[in-house]
Structure formats: C-alpha cells, structure tokens
C-alpha cells in the first residue's frame, strides 16, 4: 500500500489523485482552504490559497498548490505551517485590496466563501493599498434570473470554468490587465443580450455574490434544505429546495447527485414559481347545465364522480370509460392509477403521455431487446469513443444531459448527428446527416448497407447473440441506396462516412429522441437503431448500448407501472392468461383478458359514441395532442370528463369535473429517468389550501367506489409495487439512498448500470428488416402543401408550457416562431419577424416568422409551447403503424405572409 504523510501522520493515497483530494479524503474539506476550487471543475489554480509545504529530502520545503499537484509516495505535507499562514494571509489582503469591504450589507453575509476564508486566515486588516477600479463596477439586473455586480469579483476564474467545463457555452471571460481585470459576458454585454441560457452554473460557482440570481441563492441560509428530483425532463436532476415556512426560497443542484453533478438547467433551478401562482386550481369544480364551473366540495366532486361511473359501468360496460395517466406523476400515482381503471373500473382502457412521444421506443426495443428501456447509464459518454444522436436536440430538450455530450463533443469524440435541424449539437459533429423528416429508416438503412458490404459487421456477437441475421442481411443488400440517397437528401458518401465512425470506434453509443419516435415509421426506426447496436457489437459493456432520451421526468416510469393497454405493470401481457391470473390474485378482482384503447383510439371511440367517461390527469391534450379540433371533438362528444390539474388548462376547460392537484414540489414518491434509475421525490412543502397530491385523490375514489386501497405513503406503495414488479423486486422507499437505484433491481437490493450484459431478456436479439415506406401525410397533400413541418421543444419551456408560461422564463422566451430557410422566405416575400399564416389540411395558424439557415430549404420547424398559437391545429393524426405514436414531425403545409389589412379613416 503506498502512503504519503499529512502533517507527520501516514495515509494510503490512490494513484492520479491530487494533493487536496489526498487530504480530502483523509481529513475532510476544512484542514486547507480554498477559493478557487469547486467540485465539479478541474484544477486550477488561481488563487493559491490552497497551497501547502511539501518536506524535501534536504529539510527544506517547497511551497505547492495542493489543488493541481500530484500526491506522490512518501510525500511530506505540511497543511498549517508558518510559511503557509503567512502566504495564505498575504493572499487574502491582496484580493481585498479590490473587493469592497461591505460585508455586513452584503447578500451572502454570512454565507460568502471570501468572508470565510478571510476570518480563518485571521485577516483584521488589509495593510495594502486599495484599489479603487471595483467602485466603478456598475451592477447588471437585465436578465429575468441572473444578476451580477462585478465589484465583488475575486477573479478566480470559476465562472467562467462553469461556463466553460459545465455547461459548454463560452460566455463569460476575462478581459482587461491588473486592477482592470474583470469579467464580460459575451461581446462585454449584459447577460439578457449575451447568449447566456440562464443555467446558474456561474452563480452556484461563484464564492462571493460578484454573480448571483434574482432569487439570492448564495445568500439563502436556510435551515430546512429538502432534497428532491425535478419536474421536467427525463434527465431526473436533482434539486436541494430551500424553504421558510410554505415559500420555496431558492433551489440549488446538489454536488453528490449521481445525475447532474452540480448543475443544471434554468427550468430546474429557477422556474419553479408556478407552484404558488394565483392561478393553481385550489378547489374542486363542476360544470353546471349553462356550463359554467361552480366550486364544490371534495365529497361532492367524490359523490358526482363515483355515480356517473358506475352507472356507465353499468349501463354500456367498463370499455366506455378510459383513463389517461400522467408522465408528470409519481411512480406510484401512476401505478395507482393505472389500478384503478382495471381493478376498480375493469378495461384496460389506460394510457398515458408516452404514447405520443416514446410508446415506438418501447415496443421497438422489446421487439429487438426484449427491454423497452435505456442499455446503459449516461456517464457511459465519457468512456465511449463515438456518440450518434438521432433526432434528438439535448441541449434544448435536455441541457444537462445535452451539456455533458457537449463537454465530450468538445474534446474531440466522433459525433454523428441525424437531424433535419443544424442543432447546437450538429455545429460540433464530424458527421451531420441533415435529412429530410420522416427519412430516418431510409438514412438508418443505407448506414446498416454499407456496415455489412464493407465488411464491418461484428459476426462474432451476430453469431452468438442474435437470431435472423441472414434474412436481414439478404433484404439489407438489396436496398437501392442511390434512391434512399435521393429520398432522404443524405448522400451516399455521407452515409458511409457515418456508418464507417460508428461501426470502426472502439465503443459507439447512441442517444435518440422524439425525431425517431413520432414518426408512421417510429417504431420501425427504433429497432434500426437498435440492430445497427447489434451489427457492431455495440451491446453490453460500458460505453455503448441505445439509450433513449425520454421527454417527460416520468415516462420510463408511468409506463414501468402499467400505463398502456397492453401491458400492466412491469410489462406483462394483459392478454396472457397465466398473467392475467397473477394479476387477478394480486388486486383481488377479476381483469379484463382484451387489450384497452391508445389514445388515438379513445378520441375515435368517443366521436364513435363508443365513450361516455374519461379520467385525465395532468396531460393538456388538447393543446399537446395532434389535430386539435379531432381532440376537441371526442371531448366534447363524451358524456363525462373528469380533468386532474393545476391549472385551468386548454383541456381543462372541455371538462364536466375539475380535481386541483398537488405539485411535485408538494408529494411524496419516486420518478424513473431515461437510464432506469429510480429517484425519491420529497415532499419539500405542504399542498397548496384545497389541493390533494394525485396519489391520495385517486386512493380516495377507489375507496369510495368500493375496492379497498390503503392510504397512500411512499413507502407502502414501493411495497406493493416491488411485489408485482419484477424488475422492482430489491426497491424500498429506504435503500434508495440520496441518488436512487438503476432497475432491474434484484431482491438483494444490487441495482444495474448496464442490461443486456450477457443475453438479452427475449433470449438472442432480433433481426427484422424494414424498408422506408413514404408518409401518408407526404403522398397524400405534398403537392397542395409542399412544405415540411417539423416541431421540436425550445430550453425555456416545456411541451405545453403551463408550468414554465407562470415563470420568469416566458420573459426569455415570449412566443413560439417559424423556422424558415433564406431562400424559402425570399420566394414567399417573408422578412424577420413578419407574422405567417401556414396553414395544413387540418386548419391554420399565424406565427412569426425567423429567417434562418437552421433548416434546409422545403422545411420548417416550430414548437406548440404558447395556447395563444395551438400548433397543433394544423398538425394530423397520422400515427406510427406500430405503436399509434403521432406523427408531429413530418406535416405538409404551406405557407405566405399575412398581408396587413389597410383601414381607410
């Protein structure tokens, strides 16, 4: 065992870490201060205060900064010595030389790194000149979140290495020599005119309040710190949540968090002011005969509900009440949920949110896997030699996710990007295949073409972990790939480059998104994916695998517990007789044995008249679904809607019973993000006055329909659930620790980075070819409306945006616009900011048009974030052929400027 000595005591010290890790590790974080340093940057050494004496052979000593040098065998180090004081002391006076001595009115008095230091270092005078440049350092409140008044400034650089090394945008630096030395943003602009993208990794950084936020983070000092996961996307940050009282002071990324390392984006950490806004629902509402909503009681809403069920139960059957489950509930509010309309109502009439974003991904990778979940866990991108993200935008969709692939793409990986959009992402690919949308099988066909002719299939694992690879190959070779070339816009050179970088690296991983799944052709696209993984050998060890980015925080979860019509929890055929049994046995009731309604298939039975009752939670429909007016047309067609929300949403208003729920912010229970890891959500406040968690509302109406559910707790419905889940056999609300546990988790509690180590779950991975076929949506209206239109998701907000729009963050990002390609907006006469009216064979919208080369020429591309716009008025039906996931990325419109109607006086 090799040791070194810290102050004449031995400790064994690990190759490759550093002298401060060293003493870390050993002695914790208070024997040597620090300025400079952060957890989650790289060595520096700026400020020196953390420098220590190393004892040479000869007696002398060496003066280091322990936090970039080496630890080595038989080191001496000295933490306090004379020599050390008086340096550290020299430095401190120095740095106040030109930091303003106003601590007392301060905001992070009491809470400043500086200040720590400074009184540890037994600073009572600053024997130096002062400096006089920091009084002309004038403050910056432009931005909506992030602030900063540069007098404070230390110049230890950890603003710009949280730029730099966390997020990856390059927008702060230093400017200037001497006492002129300072900060700028950007062009030495304000943060609202820089492209700052309010991240707060800068602000979390920094050790005084020279950067901060409008919610004075640093400053917050508070005694209760709840630690919990995020709301938004699928990336399952975690957030420390500080609170006084019922307010939510600010909301910090914790440094241990096995996720997100410290960081993350500004919905995470700053827009969270919608859980107080006056327009939470905080009663119960039932629509009266003129259709107005009147507040009623929770019994009363009970009563209604419970009668109006069972008798359409009883009158037409169980199958004419459905229930649409939501990605932003729990793991268990889902599972109960989901419960509920089997047990207690009898369909399998149960969906949820994943059917209109990754419902392909699942059924594809259990056709081909056998597991419709991610192979790998994201930290796998730092051991990998190539990465290939398919229709996918990270950094927008999911920044921190987006920010670590952006930190690798910067080092230098091979990247290969498949987008129609030149994304952030694209700008730092070797390899960008911008196809036109709805091409992917075309593009991921002549990509597998070119892996098995030019020899650069792995046949050892075909061989031995695969099955119907010999048919597969045959059709693969067959493929025109000229022709795909002209379909898609992808050359065939380009094509072969991709696929030689994927299948020549050491370890290639791919991270794929909505721009596979909602697609005719998603599911089909999602197993490509997948067999390209199997052609290469690119399965089962760290590093590779197909790892899906999942949109909501919870859609790995909501469909882990049940939420579709074909599968009950842990992805049991609800068809299967033995299964069924084991199901009836569990709940205590007899199961229906045909498969429910998608949710397609619900607004077509309720227009049908086939109907009468449906239970929505948290999922605005109306303004999020495809074809608009067909969404509006099957509420209004059934006879009763029951909507569980916070807020009066689009979909809300078509209801006959509004339940107000709780936020996430105010429940207890579990999110899964998109690498299988299963995370506790802590209450951090109570409910909003008249609110209910959704657990506990859904817990209420079994009860008073009859079947006799426990209340909710986390702890019991992790109990129930781990029972019939296999793959949750080893969860307890306890072992979950602070940073979760990856399923499937065995009975012993080991959790699992990496799946598919040595078999696949369906026994060999499968082969199955399919050939590009054209979307109907193409065939039928490309020559009426020969525009493509294509939607994605903006970083400020959030599918339909009801939490984000009662945010600051609707002051960044105010309104959804229209990407258009230069020459396109020549041919129609469009300028910047000219208001468009496009319009599909659905319907029309008018949105502001933004001129830019972000999409080829033919294509469009927008978002549905603002009800103001409803986008999705004119998007369609079309669904893939697989899995009924819509098909909002390929819409055939045209377009032309709106003329301004002149009015004569």
Not at 668 to 690: M, S, Y
Not at 872 to 880: A, L, Y
Request: proline residues 4%; contains cysteine.
């Amino acid at each position: 065992m090799k040791t070194a000595y810290i102050d004449n005591q031995p400790f064994a010290l690990n190759d490759g870490e550093t002298i401060l890790q060293f003493i870390r590790r050993h002695q914790g974080h208070d024997l040597v201060p620090t300025l400079c340093d952060a957890p989650n940057l790289d060595p520096f050494g700026a400020c020196r205060i953390c420098s220590v004496d190393l004892v040479l052979s000869n007696g002398q000593t060496k003066t280091v900064a322990s936090c970039h040098t080496p630890v080595s065998e038989g080191q001496h180090i000295l933490t306090n010595s004379s020599n050390i004081q008086r340096l550290r002391k020299n430095i401190i006076e120095l740095v106040l030389t030109d930091h303003p001595l106003d601590c007392l009115t301060c905001e992070v008095n009491g809470n400043c790194e500086l200040q720590t230091v400074a009184a540890r270092v037994g600073i009572r005078e600053v024997r130096y000149p002062q400096g006089a440049d920091h009084l002309h350092r004038k403050k910056d409140l432009s931005h909506p979140y992030m602030t900063s008044d540069l007098s404070k400034c230390i110049n230890c650089y950890r603003c710009v290495r949280a730029c730099d090394e966390v997020q990856g945008e390059l927008v702060l630096s230093m400017a200037g020599r001497g006492f002129d030395a300072h900060i700028i943003k950007g062009m030495d602009q304000s943060f609202f005119e820089s492209n700052c993208v309010s991240c707060g990794a800068c602000s979390q950084a920094c050790p005084t309040s020279a950067i901060s936020d409008v919610f004075q983070s640093k400053a917050v000092v508070s005694k209760v710190k709840t630690r919990t996961v995020c709301t938004y996307c699928g990336v399952g940050c975690n957030l420390e949540v500080a609170v006084k009282g019922h307010e939510i002071l600010s909301i910090q990324a914790p440094y241990d968090a096995e996720v997100n390392h410290g960081h993350t984006c500004l919905k995470g950490r700053y827009a969270f002011r919608f859980y107080n806004h006056p327009d939470r629902l905080s009663t119960p509402l039932i629509r009266q005969e003129d259709g107005a909503f009147k507040e009623a009681s929770w019994d009363e809403a009970y009563t209604l509900i419970a009668e109006k069920l069972h008798r359409y139960k009883n009158d037409y059957g169980a199958d004419y009440i459905a229930g649409i489950s939501s990605s932003r509930c729990t793991n268990e509010e889902n599972y109960l949920m989901q419960k509920f309309i089997r047990a207690v109502i009898g369909t399998n009439n149960i969906d949820g949110c994943a059917r209109v974003c990754h419902s392909p991904t699942a059924l594809g990778m259990q056709r081909t896997f056998g597991t419709g979940a991610a192979t790998n866990s994201v930290v796998d991108m730092e051991v990998t030699d190539c990465i290939m993200i398919i229709g996918a935008n990270p950094t927008d969709a999911h920044p921190v996710t987006g920010a670590r692939l952006k930190q690798q793409a910067m080092k230098g990986k091979t990247l290969i990007v498949l987008d129609p959009r030149k994304t952030e992402l694209a700008r730092y690919a070797q390899h960008h295949l911008q196809l036109r949308p709805g091409t992917n099988v075309a593009v991921l066909n002549m990509m597998m073409y070119y892996i098995i002719k030019d020899d650069l299939v792995d046949d050892q694992f075909v061989e031995t972990r695969t099955e119907g690879y010999e048919d597969f190959k045959r059709s693969v070779l067959n493929l025109d790939v000229e022709a795909l070339a002209v379909i898609s816009g992808v050359s065939t050179e380009a094509a072969r480059a991709a696929a030689h970088a994927y299948a020549e690296a050491p370890n290639a991983m791919s991270f794929h998104g909505l721009g596979v799944t909602e697609h005719s052709q998603g599911t089909f696209a999602v197993m490509q994916i997948a067999q390209l993984a199997m052609l290469t050998g690119n399965i089962g060890r760290p590093g590779v695998g197909v790892n899906p980015l999942r949109g909501q925080n919870n859609v790995q979860g909501s469909a882990d517990m049940g939420v579709q019509p074909h599968q009950g929890a842990g992805y049991l055929d609800v068809t299967h007789p033995d299964i069924r049994r084991k199901y009836e046995r569990f709940y205590g009731v007899d199961l229906p044995a045909h498969v429910g309604y998608k949710i397609p298939e619900m607004f077509e039975a309720a227009i049908q008249g086939k109907l009468k009752a449906l239970w929505i939670i948290g999922e605005d429909v109306v303004q999020t679904d495809p074809n608009t007016q067909k969404v509006i047309k099957a509420l209004e067609a059934t006879d009763f809607v029951v909507v569980q929300e916070l807020f009066m949403t689009e979909t809300a208003k078509y209801a006959d019973v509004i339940l107000p729920a709780s936020s996430f912010l105010e429940k207890n229970g579990t999110f899964t993000n998109g690498e299988r890891r299963v995370q506790r959500v802590n209450q951090v406040i109570e409910p909003l006055a008249g609110t209910k968690p959704d657990g506990q509302i859904i817990v209420e109406i079994m009860n008073r329909m009859g079947y006799p559910q426990p209340a909710y707790t986390p702890e019991g419905m992790l109990e129930e659930i781990s029972q019939i889940v296999p793959f949750f056999a080893g969860i307890t609300w306890q072992n979950l620790g602070i940073n979760g546990l990856q399923w499937p988790v065995s009975p012993d509690g080991k959790d699992s980075k990496i799946i598919h180590i040595d078999s696949f779950k369906r026994g060999k991975g499968a082969f199955q070819f399919h050939d590009f076929n054209e979307s109907e949506e193409i065939e039928t209206y490309s020559l009426e409306y020969p525009y493509i239109l294509t939607t994605n998701r903006e970083l400020e907000h959030y599918n339909c945006g009801a939490m984000t729009r009662r945010t600051s963050n609707v002051e960044i990002l105010t309104e959804d616009v229209l990407l258009i390609n230069p020459e396109d907006a020549l041919a129609q006469g469009i300028s910047e900011g000219d208001m468009v009216i496009m319009e599909s064979a659905r319907g029309q919208v008018e949105v502001k048009a933004r001129i830019t080369e972000e999409v080829k020429p033919g294509i469009l591309s927008s978002t549905f974030h603002f009800p103001e716009i409803m986008m999705n008025m004119i998007t369609s039906d079309i669904s893939d052929s697989e899995a009924l996931c819509p098909e909002y990325k390929v819409v055939a419109v045209r377009i032309r400027k709106k003329e301004e109607v002149m009015i004569e006086v």
